[in-house]
Structures are given as structure tokens and as C-alpha cells.
């Protein structure tokens, strides 16, 4: 059984992140050009989420899966995932129960051999290719905590006005 720990932490690191900058909507800076402002990073997050889900749910049914993050960095798809979720309160719970679903099956309900099963993979980030190839099923999940969740925590507290502090 893999340890989901970190995973929860890395999503708590960001809900707070999330939230605090969400408490300083009115004075946080408008993003540079080129980046997202808060609810494009947590719409984002939720696509990368979704398509988690949707890889780890197939192995778990035993059916062929990909894994392929193009759509979660799609502008017309950021911005329906912001109407539909009802805004950043509504991203924020829905990236919390996305991450209480990806621990519950990273944790005890798949299998050692599930959560290696290889998924072929492509990751795209900004227009660059970070992977292309197959990764099992766990490195998508430990690549969540490690480096997807830390790098948008990051980036939404880049929106926080100079001297705003950290997440709470």
C-alpha cells in the first residue's frame, strides 16, 4: 500500500494557500502576461485531478488507460471548469474531494500491482514536453505531491501582494 501522506499534505498546502489568497482577492496583483490568475491555477489543478481519477479508476476496472494533461492547460476548458465548479470556493472544495478520492485509492484500494501498472503518459507544460512515455500509475500519483501540487501551491502565493505572508 502506498503512503498517500504526503499527497494529503500537498493538497492541504494548497487549499490553504488557495484560500489565503482568495481572503486577499481585492488586493491581490493582477498575474503577468503568459500566467494564470487564481481560479485559471485551481481549474487547472482540478483537470489534472480529474484525469488522475479517471487513470486510476480504469486500472482499478481493469481497462486501458492513458494519461495525457493537454486538456488541463486548455483556456476554453480552464474557464468552463471555473463556470461549472461556481468560482474559487467551488474549485476549492472540488480539488479537496478530488484529493480525499486520490488518497482513498492510491492508498488502500488499489493494489501494488495496480498502482504499477504502466499508464503511456504525456505531459505537456507550457508548450514543452515533459514526459512522453509510459509511467506507472504511482509515479502520477507521488508526481501529484512532489511536484504538480508544491508548483501551483507556489504559484498562487506569487499572486499575494508583497508582504501578504504565506498560506495559513
Known amino acids: 500500500?502506498?503512503?498517500?501522506?504526503?499527497?494529503?499534505?500537498?493538497?492541504?498546502?494548497?487549499?490553504?494557500?488557495?484560500?489565503?489568497?482568495?481572503?486577499?482577492?481585492?488586493?491581490?496583483?493582477?498575474?503577468?502576461?503568459?500566467?494564470?490568475?487564481?481560479?485559471?491555477?485551481?481549474?487547472?489543478?482540478?483537470?489534472?485531478?480529474?484525469?488522475?481519477?479517471?487513470?486510476?479508476?480504469?486500472?482499478?476496472?481493469?481497462?486501458?488507460?492513458?494519461?495525457?494533461?493537454?486538456?488541463?492547460q486548455d483556456a476554453w476548458t480552464i474557464d468552463r471548469v471555473i463556470t461549472l465548479a461556481g468560482g474559487n470556493a467551488g474549485l476549492r472544495e472540488r480539488i479537496r474531494l478530488q484529493g480525499d478520492a486520490l488518497c482513498a485509492l492510491g492508498g488502500p484500494a488499489l493494489s501494488d500491482a495496480e498502482l504499477d501498472t504502466p499508464v503511456p503518459t504525456l505531459l505537456l507544460s507550457k508548450g514543452t514536453v515533459l514526459v512522453d512515455r509510459p509511467m506507472p500509475l504511482r509515479d502520477l500519483i507521488t508526481g501529484l505531491a512532489a511536484v504538480e501540487l508544491p508548483g501551483h501551491t507556489a504559484q498562487l502565493l506569487a499572486l499575494l501582494p508583497e508582504g501578504a505572508g504565506a498560506a495559513r
Not at 503512503?3 to 503577468?32: G, Q
Not at 487547472?44 to 486510476?56: I, S
Open 1 to 72: 500500500m502506498m503512503d498517500t501522506t504526503p499527497l494529503a499534505d500537498a493538497y492541504r498546502t494548497l487549499l490553504d494557500a488557495a484560500a489565503t489568497v482568495a481572503d486577499a482577492a481585492d488586493t491581490s496583483p493582477v498575474p503577468p502576461d503568459g500566467e494564470w490568475n487564481a481560479e485559471q491555477i485551481l481549474a487547472h489543478v482540478a483537470l489534472v485531478n480529474a484525469a488522475t481519477l479517471t487513470a486510476a479508476s480504469s486500472v482499478a476496472a481493469g481497462a486501458n488507460t492513458t494519461y495525457d494533461n493537454r486538456m488541463a
